[in-house]
């Protein structure tokens, strides 16, 4: 007798009309308001991040509340719907906390399940953009890392935390569970470090003396770290494929505005070669980035695996298409008033974050079951 298995339903990498909309709105914002020369003036500013920016991406977009459920103050929204703002956010590189409050923080307080009480009061505060939150861990903590991130106590010192100097709350892991701390709070020093990308900031935590609000006790939070974790590195594929994308773009156009021997640049077949190799990196990146999003958005089984296969493939593109955009510049991306470094910047400093390709591909491994020979 043979069973007849229904095939496993085929991932939708296609854009929706809704995403289309949500894409235009927030490019429309970011081209207002974090244009290129914007964004390298706040490099060189003191302030982490524009707060009327993120204001208008946050509140007046609903872009922070993408992932909370309506009843807790949210849009109701899936991962794909974030997966396109972080889309723009990297076409852009704009300083703004979204990857790791409104996806990583907000992923782990929503995984603890909580309906009222201090958890769901905080996914409120997040969705509306009124309060930032950050996990309490290095940027380039792995998801399969989540549980060893579960011991010690609130005093301790943890460096290399993206865009603390931006948070009102820090969810910090314990061997006792998962503590909301707020970052004004007493015994709580927040020190700015001087990161590689200068659009991401990252800082030294200290905790020396502080108290926080218990969230969950360790086990459940050690689940709710590795889900927030895994989301974080599954969009941060989108980041990767929007940053990729701009440098595509921008050298196509660069060369075939550049002439030399009164041709455009971009006719001599080696260049050519060298941006139809980059396209085809891209589209390959598109397809595993936009299936991390949706495996994410659908609770698939096989998440895990997406996610590993988007970031162990997305980091190296990401990087690729900079260090051709400063190439194909002809090193001007190596001048502070062009901002082809930021982007070169972000890659490298994204391509460790929440894990190294390596690390994703050691994931991959042990996820695939090889048959027996």
Not at 48 to 77: C, F, H, N
Not at 268 to 291: T, Y
């Amino acid at each position: 007798m043979t069973v007849q298995t229904e095939p496993a339903q085929a991932p939708d990498l296609l854009y929706s009309e809704a995403e289309d909309d949500l894409r235009s709105a927030v490019r429309s914002l970011l081209a207002d308001r974090a244009d290129a020369p914007t964004v390298i003036a706040g490099t060189e500013s003191d302030t982490p991040y524009d707060q009327r920016l993120w204001e208008s991406l946050a509140a007046g977009i609903g872009a922070a509340g993408l992932l909370v459920p309506e009843k807790l103050g949210g849009q109701g929204a899936t991962h794909r719907e974030a997966a396109v703002v972080l889309e723009e956010l990297g076409r852009s590189v704009a300083p703004a906390p979204y990857l790791t409050s409104a996806v990583v923080a907000t992923e782990v307080l929503l995984a603890l399940g909580a309906q009222d009480g201090p958890v769901a009061e905080l996914l409120g505060d997040l969705a509306a953009g009124r309060k930032v939150a950050v996990l309490a861990l290095p940027f380039a903590t792995a998801p399969a890392d989540a549980a060893g991130a579960m011991a010690g106590d609130l005093e301790r010192t943890v460096s290399g935390v993206a865009e603390a100097v931006a948070a009102d709350v820090l969810l910090v892991p314990t061997a006792d569970g998962l503590y909301a701390v707020e970052t004004g709070g007493e015994g709580v020093t927040v020190q700015p470090l001087v990161p590689l990308d200068l659009t991401r900031p990252l800082a030294t935590v200290t905790l020396a003396g502080a108290t926080g609000t218990l969230l969950a006790e360790a086990g459940p939070a050690a689940e709710a770290i590795g889900r927030g974790l895994l989301s974080g590195a599954g969009l941060l594929a989108s980041e990767q494929l929007g940053l990729a994308e701009w440098c595509l773009t921008e050298t196509v156009r660069h060369t075939r505005e550049r002439h030399q021997f009164n041709r455009p640049v971009g006719s001599f077949q080696s260049l050519k070669h060298r941006m139809a190799q980059l396209w085809l990196e891209v589209v390959s990146a598109r397809a595993a980035a936009r299936n991390a999003a949706d495996a994410l958005a659908t609770g698939s089984p096989d998440a895990p695996l997406a996610v590993a296969v988007a970031q162990a493939y997305c980091s190296g593109v990401a990087v690729h298409a900079a260090e051709e955009c400063v190439q194909l510049h002809g090193g001007i991306g190596m001048t502070w008033e062009h901002p082809a470094h930021l982007y070169l910047k972000r890659a490298k400093a994204d391509s460790i974050a929440y894990g190294t390709a390596g690390r994703h591909r050691e994931s991959v491994a042990g996820l695939v079951e090889l048959p027996a020979p």
